[in-house]
């Protein structure tokens, strides 16, 4: 192989670049961060030099892989199976489940009131960043209420909103890692729960993370509870 340094790159060879880091990243030498990072690089990259600095922690002899006679060959053994993939996928979610499960035991913070009320007729109401007291009782008359819990604190493992509402209703912005039990009745409405995609959905969540339970009565109107991601 001929030196590769001081000579520019083609396309074929960025390609390659960018298969062995992901590669890699199915091996989990790299994350998804580190793998988007770099392959953005590879896809700049003009010089030989830079693919093979950004190869040179995680394959031996980068400039051989990439420019040697066999460098197709090679190059093809690094690309991940479907399973590597699968698996790769899999262990970015168990990480993902175990930091929203030891942030979700932080939200209960205790020191709130036992009970809240808020009451929207013909406007609105919005309650975000707010001490969730042990029970909040809100009404809307021809009317809605917006509560957003992402940045919230929990006086209570157990927390109750009653959403009552007569043409009208509420929205809910819940965290990941918090259960939602949905209950209460509605008489021509309804009552949702609706898990964003690539959320954890709140029913497969461990019995010691919080508890939020939706309670109350709509009547021409409901509540939409929505579990959000990150």
Not at 159 to 168: D, I, K, P, R, Y
Not at 186 to 211: K, M, Y
Request: include cysteine; charge should be negative; glycine fraction near 12%.
């Amino acid at each position: 192989m001929s030196d590769y340094k001081d000579k520019r790159c083609t396309d074929q060879e960025r390609s390659a670049a960018v298969e062995v880091l992901s590669g890699a990243m199915a091996d989990g030498q790299l994350t998804l961060t580190e793998f988007d990072e770099r392959s953005g690089k590879a896809h700049a990259a003009t010089q030989r030099s830079e693919l093979v600095d950004l190869l040179d922690d995680l394959v031996d002899e980068p400039a051989g892989l990439l420019f040697g006679s066999g460098a197709s060959t090679a190059v093809a053994r690094r690309a991940p199976s479907d399973v590597e993939w699968a698996a790769h996928q899999a262990s970015d979610a168990q990480r993902h489940r175990e930091m929203v499960l030891a942030r979700s035991r932080s939200l209960v913070t205790g020191g709130g009131s036992e009970t809240g009320f808020s009451l929207a007729i013909f406007g609105g109401v919005t309650k975000a960043a707010w001490q969730v007291p042990k029970a909040h009782w809100n009404f809307n008359i021809f009317g809605g209420s917006d509560f957003d819990l992402r940045q919230c604190r929990f006086s209570d493992p157990v927390t109750t909103l009653w959403l009552n509402s007569c043409f009208g209703g509420a929205d809910v912005l819940v965290p990941e890692g918090v259960r939602v039990d949905m209950g209460g009745l509605a008489i021509f409405g309804g009552n949702e729960l609706v898990v964003e995609n690539g959320a954890i959905h709140p029913n497969s969540l461990p019995a010691d993370a919080p508890l939020l339970l939706i309670r109350g009565l709509s009547i021409f109107g409901g509540s939409t509870v929505k579990v959000v991601r990150g």
